[in-house]
């Protein structure tokens, strides 16, 4: 029978997945603020604004570190450990995708095509909300997994079917754009180099649900 981990580990890991959360979500929010300068051609800001979202990166992945090596081998948790380390590893490919996105965008000094721009900030804002929720979506299972209360894993399951609604609509929107960028764009190099990026801004969105998926098989019964 598994125990609670707080009764035998002084720190739980939820707490480091917790502040794992808070850094990506509030990287998501630079990245949004990035895209919005690049495309008023703001370069000086976009660069500070780039460097920052490295260094957050940079501050992310020593979280998850942290998590993966403070982890004494034996311990007893709520979760599957394999389980749990897959719900980090999407939940860090979150950031990954978002600074890949931004050094793609940053390969067109001169900004976004006007007939196009519209639209990639339109999905730039679709793959925000899923990650929004990340943070209240651990900090949830921080307090099921202490009294495993069926109101708490109910709501769970309703954010869940929320970023899972939210990663379709973006999807959506990702196709929508590429057949645009097919159909309007004429040089093939810009057209590889925008689809690429599409696809990095729709991967975003991608790895929230995945993260989201780990965390429903975490809590099934």
Not at 207 to 218: F, L
Request: aromatic share 8%.
């Amino acid at each position: 029978m598994r125990l609670l981990i707080s009764s035998i580990f002084c720190k739980s890991p939820f707490e480091g997945l917790q502040k794992h959360a808070d850094k990506v979500k509030e990287c998501t929010h630079l990245f949004r603020e990035a895209v919005v300068c690049h495309m008023g051609q703001e370069c000086k800001r976009f660069d500070l604004l780039t460097e920052e979202v490295a260094r957050m990166e940079s501050e992310a992945d020593e979280i998850k570190r942290n998590i993966r090596n403070h982890l004494p081998r034996g311990i007893l948790m709520p979760v599957d450990k394999f389980q749990f380390f897959q719900y980090l590893g999407e939940q860090d490919k979150v950031m990954d995708e978002v600074e890949e996105a931004l050094f793609w965008l940053s390969f067109r000094p001169e900004g976004i095509p006007t007939e196009l721009a519209t639209t990639i900030h339109d999905l730039v804002e679709a793959v925000i909300p899923p990650i929004e929720k990340l943070p209240e979506l651990v900090t949830l299972a921080r307090d099921y997994f202490k009294n495993k209360s069926e109101k708490k894993r109910t709501r769970m399951k309703s954010l869940i079917r929320d970023i899972r609604q939210h990663e379709r609509e973006a999807d959506h929107l990702e196709r929508e754009l590429k057949f645009k960028i097919f159909t309007t764009i004429k040089d093939a190099l810009v057209v590889y180099h925008l689809v690429r990026l599409v696809e990095h801004i729709g991967a975003i969105a991608d790895h929230a649900q995945n993260a989201s998926d780990r965390m429903r098989v975490m809590i099934a019964k």
